[in-house]
């Protein structure tokens, strides 16, 4: 049985794993709106909010959160901007485990993720709970690059990348889907690459709440 390692091989599954519209790049170049912040350790936590079970809220000093159990995730990366990164190894807390520490009240159906500076991003719950979703401390090996979302981002491989935030400082819990930051200004609040559901005009029936 084949390893799968020729290159006539790789070249068949990257074809079948790159979504419509979308163009290989190797390289990882930072994209974001706004300024890189400044990670400064005894001002920085992060929290889990909004309807968690007990309804109170969750938080973690930096200390506090490197000692949550992490895994290593590999995963495509694809930017709306019609590129997308393969095989990219991220490291940090799994969605799941959080989510096992820091439960959601039963009515939860959407969570919001937000970074320094109020970018936000939504997402349904249950995409959220993905097993690839990872909140990174780590890409390739190394700490990410403050550019890149030093000291802590989201990732979520299975849509489009501004829903990875960076930078991440919290999570709501959230009863009812809310825009974030780029659904509210013309980009999809679905955001499935597969789908190539990029902006808001694109949007049907049922896959949001009005722009
Ligand atoms: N806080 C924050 N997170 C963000 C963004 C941003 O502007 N601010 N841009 C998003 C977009 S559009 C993309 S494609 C990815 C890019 O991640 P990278 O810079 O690590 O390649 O970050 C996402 N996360
Ligand atoms: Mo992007």
Redesign the pocket.
Same mark, same amino acid.
């Given at each position: 049985m084949s390893d799968g390692t020729g290159d006539g091989d790789r070249e068949d599954t990257r074809a079948v794993r790159l979504p419509p519209g979308q163009a290989l790049r190797s390289e990882?170049?930072?994209?974001? !709106?706004?300024p890189v912040p400044t990670f400064r350790e005894h001002r920085w936590d992060f929290r889990v909010m909004g309807v968690t079970e007990t309804l109170g809220s969750h938080r973690w000093t930096w200390e506090e959160f490197g000692r949550l159990p992490t895994t290593d995730s590999v995963s495509d990366?694809h930017?709306?901007?019609r590129f997308s990164v393969p095989d990219v190894r991220w490291r940090g807390v799994r969605a799941v485990d959080l989510v096992r520490v820091a439960p959601p009240g039963p009515e939860v159906t959407h969570v919001m993720a937000w970074? +320094?500076y109020g !970018?936000s991003a939504n997402l349904p719950l249950e995409t959220f709970l993905d097993e690839d979703v990872v909140l990174a401390t780590h890409r390739g090996g190394e700490p990410l690059a403050p +550019?890149?979302?030093f000291p802590l981002r989201l990732v979520v491989p299975r849509l489009y990348? #501004?829903k990875?935030?960076? #930078?991440l400082r919290a999570v709501e819990y959230m009863t009812a889907d809310r825009r974030g930051f780029w659904e509210e200004r013309g980009y999809h609040n679905r955001a499935d690459p597969w789908r190539e559901q990029r902006f808001s005009y694109q949007e049907e029936p049922g896959h949001g709440p009005p722009p």
């Open positions: 990882h170049r930072a994209l974001h !709106y706004g990366f930017c709306v901007m970074g +320094e !970018y +550019e890149h979302g990348g #501004w990875s935030v960076k #930078w």
